[in-house]
């Protein structure tokens, strides 16, 4: 694990605060008739703008700067001609390299008006992420943050997903350690101060299973029930847990 000196963590907040730009712009553009497509080449137009780069794009052969997950989709959909429809829900994750450190972060979004099940799905994940960052503290453990997680979203009567984790993040886009959203508390390395994490829940509405595509991205629910996505960039201070780029009333926006 790679502890951040107070000035990393200034530049990692840097360029999560660009990848906020990106999800806050985004949120304005996200309805009905707009493609997948549309969106990725807006955000790499902002993120290139800023003298940054897009982090996925060519990451071990991704051809997009956005994943972008529509309704069973979990994570890593590729950015396309698919157009939006009303009630869907559509996971954009971004990344970014910036001054030699990366930001990553994902909302999920109401497309219009969308069902009271998918708007429990959301809020429920949102939530699920703001509370695993409040089960950071300085000299717990690092499955802290998971059971925080894992507890919400169970006791809504949704599911975890277990094949895909959150991780360490700086001048390398995962680092070690992996953060599971499931687990039992108090297990796993004490959270030091520099310690920077990417947590981000993957939650499905009906099972936890997943299948992949045939472009070997783009991964579904196995019983085609939705699934959401959030993700924030948190550093463990002396004071507690930092979100970097974003205060989190901004994903509630997005959520709402
Ligand atoms: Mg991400
Ligand atoms: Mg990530």
């Not at 990106?22 to 707009?34: A, E, S, W």
């Not at 000299?139 to 925080?148: E, H, N, Y």
Request: glycine content about 12%.
């Amino acid at each position: 694990m790679v502890l951040k000196s107070p000035g990393e963590i200034e530049l990692m907040y840097e360029a999560n605060r660009l990848v906020h730009r990106v999800l806050d712009h985004l949120d304005g553009m996200v309805r009905p008739g707009v493609t997948t497509g549309e969106l990725d080449r807006e955000a790499e137009r902002i993120i290139r703008a800023a003298g940054a780069a897009p982090a996925f794009l060519n990451y071990r052969g991704f051809p997009a700067t956005l994943c972008t997950s529509i309704n069973d989709v979990i994570v890593h959909g590729i950015p396309g001609e698919t157009e939006l429809v009303e009630g869907d829900i559509i996971g954009i994750d971004c990344g970014v390299l910036q001054n030699g450190y990366y930001g990553d972060a994902a909302r999920t979004y109401a497309v219009g008006e969308i069902s009271p099940e998918a708007r429990h799905l959301l809020e429920t994940t949102r939530r699920s992420l703001e509370l695993a960052v409040a089960a950071i503290q300085p000299g717990g453990r690092l499955s802290d943050i998971g059971s925080a997680v894992q507890r919400h979203v169970e006791t809504s009567g949704l599911s975890i997903v277990r094949d895909f984790v959150g991780h360490g993040i700086g001048a390398a886009l995962h680092e070690d350690p992996q953060v599971p959203n499931f687990g039992a508390p108090g297990k796993g390395p004490r959270l030091k101060p520099g310690l920077v994490l990417a947590i981000e829940p993957m939650v499905n509405a009906g099972s936890a299973g997943v299948k992949l595509d045939p472009d070997g991205w783009t991964a579904r629910t196995d019983d085609g029930s939705l699934s959401a996505h959030f993700e924030f960039s948190v550093a463990v201070t002396q004071e507690g847990p930092m979100i970097l780029g974003c205060e989190p009333s901004r994903t509630a926006a997005a959520a709402g």
